[in-house]
């Protein structure tokens, strides 16, 4: 199984609509949050060059945002990226 990661914060839309795509597809993920965990912030943006959230890593591979998520579910990528077969 995969281990995938979100940094995120509670206020963020993106960050909800990533942690509702994963949910739905029945993707077990990492909610790190940048907002109340000292030094996350950091780690993020020493991770994946951003300064936005969400930042989202399966297995340490840097995948991007919600928008990039969203893009490789759309086109049946994400299931090979996590490794199992996800919800339709």
């Given at each position: 199984m995969s281990r995938v990661q979100m940094y995120c914060t509670k206020a963020c839309p993106y960050c909800q609509r990533?942690?509702?795509l994963l949910r739905k597809r029945g993707i077990r993920f990492e909610k790190i949050?940048?907002?109340?965990a000292k030094g996350k912030l950091r780690e993020m943006l020493k991770?994946?060059?951003?300064?936005?959230?969400?930042?989202?890593?399966?297995?340490?591979?840097h995948i991007g945002g919600?928008?990039?998520?969203?893009?490789?579910d759309k086109r049946g990528q994400l299931q090979k990226l996590v490794g199992k077969k996800v919800k339709p």
């Open positions: 990533a942690e509702q949050r940048v907002d109340l991770r994946s060059r951003r300064d936005t959230v969400p930042q989202i890593f399966i297995n340490d591979h919600y928008d990039e998520l969203a893009r490789l």
